[in-house]
Nanobody, 120 residues
Framework: QVQLVESGGGLVQAGGSLRLSCAAS????????TAWFRQYPGKEREFAAA????????YYADSVKGRFTISRDNAENTVYLQMNSLKPEDTAVYYC?????????????WGQGTQVTVSS
């Protein structure tokens, strides 16, 4: 069993910053990529950022490019999402997801989500 646990969400004013963490535990697995998605009320989840475990290539949605940075700590099996210059439209539940080598491009494991609220 693999668990992904997100933390770091909260309430912040527009223009502020938050750092989300996604810690993986449980059964070891060959991770191909880890991503952050976000979901607005009544909407489908949308991609925000991803990082490949080999090579460290990063990918961002246009809406967060230049403001969010995804990174990883291999030793801690943790992925971070540094969010700067936050806007009210960044308010959403943020989910961490992991794709294995065999499941790619599907994300096989998901966290429970963490709420990010940006006030204007």
């Amino acid at each position: 069993q693999v668990q992904l646990v997100e933390s770091g969400g909260g309430l912040v004013q527009a223009g502020g910053s938050l750092r989300l963490s996604c810690a993986a535990s449980g059964r070891t697995f060959s991770s191909y990529a880890t991503a952050w998605f976000r979901q607005y009320p009544g909407k489908e989840r949308e991609f925000a950022a991803a990082i490949r475990w080999r090579g460290g290539n990063t990918y961002y949605a246009d809406s967060v490019k230049g403001r969010f940075t995804i990174s990883r700590d291999n030793a801690e099996n943790t992925v971070y999402l540094q969010m700067n210059s936050l806007k009210p439209e960044d308010t959403a539940v943020y989910y961490c997801a992991a794709a294995t080598v065999s499941s790619w491009p599907q994300y096989e494991y998901w966290g429970q989500g963490t709420q990010v609220t940006v006030s204007s």
